[in-house]
């Protein structure tokens, strides 16, 4: 019995301990600060010598302080303080992958920091030229944040460079070409991939992106020469055929449909995917009876 006892009052002391100790610690325990930190060459002289030691403490200061604060729901002064510990970091050890991986975990999100964010990954860029992840993510804040599909384009073309093992990094290059009206380079590229890859899977992948953007460079030609023609835009993929400039409607590879957009643009109801299910062809066939038509 005695036995019993003892372990009767040895379980609620530990769920005494277990719930109490957690209140405890918040109310004593001082929570983390993040300074301002001294210029990087300070840094170094006081590191004496152990600059990648010091740039990892102030990471895991960094991060400890971000989880503790459970992250931030808008722009603040800490984000500053945030990026700014990073930058430093990056400073003494510019190869240090966690301080960038976690930037942009961070600061991804917030437009107006996309442009030091993509500085900082540059630099990280420039000291792991093998790294594909950091051309990846800034190609990501471009596209994403600054809506520029051309300045995309380019270092998701480094990050497919750096990565052959896949093939969508090096087709979502070409489409962000397209989607920055420039089609041609994107037609080029996927030519330059299919001269050099020795993967029939991928070849074959490039190959109906390259008939894609063909066939939409083709309709965009077309455009251009029934506005020369005509002194005015076309307002369907039908005006272009039905005054001869071109026989018939190029087919999607990816199964859908072109159509002139409100902007004068050629798009496809296939928005280029792979891998279409019934469902989304039930779908698209419901799109094609209700294609919009510019002006109406």
Known sequence: MKRIGLGILLLLLVALTTYYYPKLQRAYEPSL???????????KISSFGNKELMATLIFYNTEFYFGEKAGF????????????????????DPRNMDCYYFAQGTLSWIKPAIPVLNKLLEKGFKHRPWDWYLPFFIGVNYYFQLKDPVHAAKYMKKAARLNPRSPVLATLAARMLYQGNQTQAGIIYLKSLIRETTNPLFRKKFEKRLHALEAIYFLERGIKRYEEKFGKSPLEIHDLMRTGIIRKTPVDPYGGMFYIGKD?????????????????????????????????
């Open 33 to 43: 600060r993040l300074h301002r930190l001294p210029p990087a060459f300070a840094l």
């Open 73 to 92: 729901r808008k722009e603040t002064p800490e984000l500053k303080l945030i990026y700014d510990a990073l930058n430093k970091a990056t400073d003494l």
């Open 264 to 296: 004068g643009r050629v798009y496809t109801t296939s928005k280029l995917a792979e891998g279409w299910s019934k469902d989304e062809r039930h779908k698209d066939r419901k799109i094609r009876k209700s294609v919009p038509k510019r002006g109406s």
